[in-house]
Structure formats: C-alpha cells, structure tokens
C-alpha cells in the first residue's frame, strides 16, 4: 500500500500524459483506474462506462431471446417447421403466413414488449423504492390499472371483445395508463411526508393494492356475468387475441420513452447510494426519484393495458437481472431482455403445456414468480441493495 | 496550565469570529426537525485553508449544523453562504464541485466495489456522455492512493472492515476534489488508532492541497488535537471559538460538557489536553 502512494501522486504533477489509448500497464493491475469491471468505450467527445459482465449477459440474454422466439413462432397447435417461419418472417409467400404472420407473430410482439417494459419498470421502482419487494404488480400500480379498466368494462364504457372485436382493446391502454398514473399518485401523495419515505413508499403501496383490488372485485360482482370473466382473463394477464392494434400503440409509446430510459440507466448510479450521499454529490434526489418513478409507473401501466397485469414479471425479471450481472444498480437492458424473456416463454408454455386448453400467462408467471417471493421475504432484507435506508429526498 | 483566565477566552473567542471571511458561512441560521428548533440564530464563519472542528455535548446540533451547510438540511430562517450567496439559490451540482460532504452513517449499496464507490465521487464533474474522463482517472488514482485504499480496488466494500470502509468513504469524497470537504463524526465506529489514521489523512489533506475542511468530532482531545478553530457548541449556540491553545479551559468544558476537568498541554504536541475529574488536593478531612 505504501509504494501505491507513491506512484498515485506522480501524475498530479505532470498531467496526465496521453493517457487516452489502454493505459500503459500501471503498476500491477492499475485497479485504481476505474470503475471495477467496466470497459471504457469512447466516442468522439463522448466517453462511456461498459460494465463487461452485463454486457456479455445482455449477448447471452438476446440469444436465447431469439431462440425463444423463433420457438414460439413454429410451436403451437399447429407446428410450423423453422425453414417456412423464416419464410414468413422475410416476407416470402408461405402456406403458413395466417398462423405465423397474422397469429403468432403480433401476439409475440405485444409479449416481448409488455415483457420489456414490466422488466424496466419493475427495475425502476425498486431502485427508487429500495426494496425488492416494490415491483408495480404488488404496490397498487397494476391493481389500479385493472381497477379502472375493468370499471369500464363493466360500466359499458369500453365493451370487451365479447361483443366489440379487437378495436375496443385499443381503448384499454389509455384507461389503463391513467389508472395507474393515479393509483401511483395516491400511493406517492399518502407516503409524502416532507420526503419521500422508502419503506412507507412500500407498505402504503401494498394497502392500496389490496384496497384496489377489492375494489376490482366489487365492480366484477356488479357487472354482467360475461363481461366479468373477460375482465378476469384480462386481469390475469393475457396475451390471447392480441395483435397489431395493441402492438402498434404500445411500440410507439415505448420508442417514446426510450430517451427516459436512457437517462434512468444513468441517474440511477446516484440513487443507490444513501440520500445524505446523493445530495452531497449534487444529485436533485427529489425530482430524480420522482422521474424514475414516473417512468416506471407508465411503462408498466403501458404494459397491463396491453395484456393486463402479468404477474411477478416486473418483480422477478430486475431481481434475476442484477444476480446474473452483479452490478450496484440493476442493469435496465438486461432486465428488459429478462422480462421479455418471462412473457414471450411463458405465453409459448402456456399455450402449448394444457393444450388444446390455453391458459393466461399470468398463470405461468404466477407459478414462478410467488415462489421466488417468498424466497424473497425468507431470505430477509439484505436483498437488492441498501435495504429500508430511512431517509427523506 | 492554559490559559484559565476568563479574559483570555473571551478575548480568542471574538479574534476567532471575527476574522477573515471566508468562502462558507452561515448567517442567523435556524436549524430543526419537525417542530423541534435544533439550532437558532447563529452566525459563524469557517476559515479557508483550515481544519475547523465542531465540538459539543450530544444533541447540541453539531451535526445538525454541519448537515446544514452541506445543505442535507434546509434551514428554517436565515441561509449557508457559499461565497456570499445563498446555498439555495445555487444549482446543488455547482455546490458539490466546490463543496464536499461525507454523511455520518453513508450506505453502500450491495455488492459494489471499492473503486465503483469511489469513482462515483466523480458524478459532479461527470455528463452523460462524458462518463469517464483522464481527469477522472487521476482524481479516482489519486484519492484512493491517498487513502492507502488503492490495494483494495477490487473488493466489494461490504466485505471490508469498518476501518477500511470509512477510508474507502474518504476516498469517494476525496475524488470528488472539492475545495471545502466537510465531515460528519469521520471516526466513529473506528477504533483509537483508525481515528487516529483518518485525522491524520484529514490534518494531511489540508496541509498539502491547502484544503477546507469542517468537521463534528465528539472527542475534545482530538478536536483540540486537529483543529486550527474550534467550535464549541452547546444547546444550538456557538459558546467559543477560536483557536483550541487559546479557547480549551476547564472552564470551557465544564460549560460546554458540565465536566469537572483539568486542561495539561498535550505531552505530544503541546495542544491542550482534557483531563476528567476534579484536581486532587491534598486536603485534611473536614
């Protein structure tokens, strides 16, 4: 430790010279250099850090996302051999072109994006939240899309596809958004008390949730015998029916959002640390939190309009995500691809496990993810990063 | 023994007030939580270049001031001036690159490495796009060389013991290459010789790079021992300052901690040293 003294304060003097290609072989190692396990990446005037393992695990994620898909596309009732999907999918005339084209292949769309946007959401407000536990499925956000979506359903605002077709789900989104966007603001005005408190955050979420979901199922009773089984397939997430009327909306408020995401990946290297930590290194804590929030609770509100609340996705996917990369923060892109990963997989399995009988995916995500949970809650609270610091923003 | 008389305290405490402003200041500052006022009307100026120390008996709002300046804390009435203006009317990112802060009790999240911590002192001087930079590289190098914490870039700091993590947390502060570092009780949960350690680094700090720092320490001995101006506090006020040779007086601690004592110099280095307890004479039984 001594020697490394000494050499640390050489450069202080001097400058630092031409140091901008690999630094030349620093005294054993140079780990002082950066960041622990990550690669500089530069760009014109622009420089980034890449942290190496999350980046081989985003490779590794992407592969067996396309070989994911390329499954669900050829599995199904019927098989559809791989060599004719390619055939559909570059646009080739193809005997197969209703199932792949017009079924199977928007139905996955909508699943690899609903996937992707619980898994940043789900990444988002945990981290602002600090505790695993905080995903939107299970701090009101997706109780309270599902509350007024299915108010409208019920109330003949928005008839289901019972009766109207598939262009009323186009109606979904928007209601869906809006729910959640004010379950998540009673949720964040009832927790505020001259801060934003994390481990109140959480636990008030979780009364709304349930008083939310009673709610729900209050408006279920009321309403018409089939209207209310559509609403429960709906709120047990289901991609069934899905296709490029969804899928259309949802992509472009996703490509929206992406400069938001973009910035979240950033901002939330500070937010992990402590608040008094944040601030001290000029980070506006209170509306950094408040805009990782927001992001959060529309991409999953996005995400439950366009397949309903599918459970565990966004509790599960950032958790796996940050285990696989052991990054201080959870790695957003990976916890995308995981996401989509959950959704597109589990749809494949929930329509192929029982068949000719298709069960919601949410069934599947359920039956992994409520086990984890309580993996989760067993383990305690040292789990995902500083656990119930106090503090205030 | 030094200086007893009540003239000499007196006297260094108003040459310490009123000396050469300096870049950070507070001004009829009014400090509280909820509906408990904490510290009220004070006024103090930090000197530049110079190691002050904040002392004072438990809850007095040593810490709560020093949270204030570092603006964690928004003062009820009157202001932090940072070269003359107002902390709140200047962006919190322009702050922290000429202000530092290390919190009482930071929390590192799980599973990070020390020199991912470290670097994340950068953030201020940081852009999106811009995210590591050669200067960068030289501050982060620098500090955790000067924190004798370079050897232990790769581990994660939930692994390393309270000594090192606290060096580690200098370190950070260190990279951030603030003019003013002000610091929260840095030796708590260290043992003697990490407290002595980290003052050391502290009183090194300020020598060589000509570094503000403000610091909240419990310990008087080490207060005296460290500071360049002391402040004592007690119940919200500034009750003395100025330099510890000067204002450290029986008296002044046994109005500021309510304890008998008797002031030696330091045998060390001459500072004056608190002794508890009352003198013993040698006196006949009544």
């Not at chain 2, 509906?35 to 000197?47: I, K, Q, Y």
């Not at chain 2, 202000?99 to 994340?120: H, K, M, W, Y």
Request: hydrophobic share 45%; aromatic share 4%.
């Amino acid at each position: 430790m001594t020697d490394r003294k000494v050499t640390g304060r050489v450069p202080r003097q001097g400058g630092v010279p031409g140091r901008r290609t690999p630094p030349p072989g620093p005294p054993r190692g140079g780990s002082a250099v950066r960041p622990t396990g990550h690669a500089l990446v530069r760009a014109g005037r622009g420089s980034f850090l890449v942290h190496r393992r999350a980046a081989v695990a985003a490779v590794v994620l992407t592969v067996f996302l396309a070989a994911v898909c390329g499954a669900y596309l050829s599995v199904g009732e019927s098989f559809v051999p791989p060599s004719q999907v390619v055939d559909v999918l570059v646009g080739r005339p193809s005997a197969h072109e209703l199932v792949v084209g017009t079924l199977r292949l928007p139905r996955m769309t909508v699943g690899l994006m609903v996937g992707a946007a619980f898994g940043v959401a789900g990444g988002l407000i945990q981290t602002v939240a600090r505790n695993p536990l905080a995903s939107p499925d299970i701090i009101g956000i997706s109780q309270g899309a599902s509350a007024l979506t299915v108010a409208a359903m019920t109330f003949g605002v928005a008839p289901p596809a019972v009766g109207g077709g598939t262009a009323t789900y186009a109606v979904l989104p928007y209601l869906s958004v809006a729910g959640g966007v004010l379950a998540a603001a009673l949720v964040y005005v009832v927790a505020w008390r001259g801060g934003l408190h994390a481990t109140r955050f959480v636990l008030i979420g979780i009364g709304c949730a349930v008083a939310l979901r009673s709610v729900t199922h209050l408006f279920l009773t009321k309403g018409d015998y089939l209207v209310a089984q559509q609403a429960q397939v709906w709120m047990t997430g289901s991609l069934n029916g899905r296709g490029w009327a969804e899928a259309a909306p949802l992509g472009g408020a996703l490509l929206v959002l992406l400069p938001g995401v973009l910035w979240a990946a950033r901002a939330q290297r500070a937010v992990v640390l402590d608040d008094g930590t944040a601030t001290a290194l000029g980070v506006r804590l209170g509306r950094t939190r408040l805009g990782l929030v927001a992001l959060g609770v529309v991409l999953a509100s996005l995400a439950t309009g366009a397949a309903g609340p599918v459970d565990f996705v966004a509790l599960l996917a950032p958790q796996i995500a940050r285990r696989m990369t052991r990054t201080a923060q959870i790695p957003l892109l990976c916890s995308a691809l995981l996401g989509a990963v959950l959704v597109v997989l589990g749809d494949l399995l929930a329509r192929k496990l029982f068949a000719p009988t298709e069960l919601p995916v949410g069934v599947l995500t359920a039956a992994v993810g409520a086990p984890y949970l309580l993996w989760l809650v067993v383990r305690g609270p040292r789990t995902g990063g500083c656990a119930a610091t106090g503090g205030t923003a | 023994m030094t200086g007893t008389g009540d003239s000499v305290r007196r006297q260094g405490a108003a040459e310490g007030g009123g000396g050469p402003a300096g870049r950070l200041a507070a001004r009829a500052l009014t400090l509280g939580y909820d509906g408990r006022t904490v510290v009220e009307g004070l006024d103090l100026d930090l000197p530049d270049g110079a190691v002050t120390v904040v002392v004072g008996p438990n809850a007095c709002g040593k810490s709560t001031l020093l949270r204030a300046l570092g603006r964690l804390l928004r003062p009820r009435h009157g202001a932090v001036l940072l070269d003359g203006t107002d902390l709140a009317r200047i962006p919190t990112r322009n702050i922290a690159r000429s202000l530092g802060l290390l919190p009482q009790s930071p929390v590192a999240p799980e599973a990070i490495t020390v020199a991912d911590l470290v670097a994340r002192g950068r953030q201020p001087h940081q852009r999106w796009w811009q995210q590591w930079s050669a200067e960068d590289e030289r501050a982060v190098t620098d500090a955790m060389a000067r924190t004798g914490v370079a050897g232990l870039a790769d581990r994660p700091v939930d692994e390393l013991s309270g000594g090192q993590r606290q060096r580690v947390w200098i370190a950070m502060a260190l990279a951030q290459e603030t003019e003013l570092l002000l610091l929260d009780e840095p030796t708590t949960y260290l043992d003697i010789a990490h407290q002595v350690e980290v003052l050391d680094l502290v009183r090194q700090l300020n020598h060589d790079r000509g570094r503000t720092v403000v610091a909240v320490l419990h310990d008087l001995n080490q207060a005296a021992r460290y500071a360049d101006h002391l402040v004592a506090m007690k119940a919200g006020r500034v009750v003395a300052q100025g330099h510890p040779g000067e204002i450290v007086t029986a008296e002044l601690v046994r109005e500021v901690f309510g304890l008998a004592s008797v002031v030696v110099p330091d045998p060390v280095t001459g500072s004056p040293l608190v002794v508890p307890g009352r003198p013993r004479l040698p006196r006949p039984a009544p």
